[in-house]
């Protein structure tokens, strides 16, 4: 079986869906996952310290690609294998609001947003989990963040980071968070615990974002799904 796995910028289901992705490879003989992943989604990813676990699911041999629209900005042939119909099924999960509102515009000026136009236009069955399912509240979780109120500002943690991504100003220190890769280095050398790994925060969902899901809905070929494991359930797979 040969799949598309589309991610884009988005930290809500981000983690859950990359324990979809491995329960797939471990659980489909003969998987083949090739993954796009958007601009956003390679900075979003690389923050949540996922990035490395992309190359276990895509190793680069043929049809298991890692794809990143940094290096494939523009008309994206990648995705030709799609409307060759090449492939069995895209999942795109988690899938942003962005994502979903260009979709569902037609709009196809992106990596996934391409790849999703193109699936539709060769027979291929696109799973989509978008972010914003439906209007309310949702519990999210934050990438690296720091606690002011308990960082002493002794600085170890700008020495340990390997990418420059924690900054001093006057007062105070804070994570740039473009360059954070989520190692986790600064947390682990922190003795006032002031470095917090998925800080839990509320959000709303927008009524335009929810009635964007529900267009999405109505494209041709397009299965809309509430939560990464529901992909599971669509393979017959249990968690
Ligand atoms: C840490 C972080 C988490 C984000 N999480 C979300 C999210 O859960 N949902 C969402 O719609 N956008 C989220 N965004 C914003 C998207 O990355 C942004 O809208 C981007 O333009 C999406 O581009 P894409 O759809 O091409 O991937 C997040 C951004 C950051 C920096």
Redo the contacts with the bound molecule.
């Keep these: 079986m040969r799949i598309v796995w589309c991610i ?5 289901l981000l983690r859950e869906s990359f324990d979809v992705m491995k329960k797939l490879k471990e659980e489909i003989e003969d998987l083949k996952v090739t993954t796009l992943v ?4 390679e ?2 990813v690389k ?1 949540y310290g996922l990035f490395e676990e992309l190359k276990y699911i895509s190793n680069g041999n043929y049809y298991e690609e890692l794809i990143l629209e940094r290096e494939h900005p523009y008309s994206s042939p990648i995705t030709g294998r799609l409307s060759l119909g090449k492939y069995d099924f895209l999942i795109c999960s ?1 899938t ?4 979903v509102a260009k979709v569902v515009n037609g709009i196809a000026d ?1 990596l ?1 947003t391409n790849a999703i136009a193109q699936a539709g236009k060769g027979f291929v069955k696109s799973l989509i989990v978008p ?2 399912y439906k209007e309310g509240i949702v519990i ?1 979780k ?2 690296y963040s720091i606690d002011r109120k308990r960082c002493k500002l002794c600085l170890k943690c700008i020495k340990v980071c390997p990418n420059e991504a924690i900054i001093k100003r006057d007062n105070f220190v804070e994570i740039y ?1 473009p360059k954070c890769v989520g190692c986790g280095n600064c947390k682990e050398i922190c003795q006032y615990n002031a470095i917090i790994e998925g800080k839990e925060i509320k959000m709303r969902v927008r009524k335009i974002d929810a009635e964007n899901t529900k267009k999405l809905k109505e494209l041709e070929d397009v299965i809309v799904l509430k939560h990464p494991y529901e992909i599971l359930d669509f393979f017959g797979i249990y968690k």
């Design positions: 884009t910028g988005a930290g809500h958007s601009r956003a989604g900075e979003v923050m988690p942003s609001g962005n994502t992106s996934v972010v914003d999210t934050l990438p968070l």
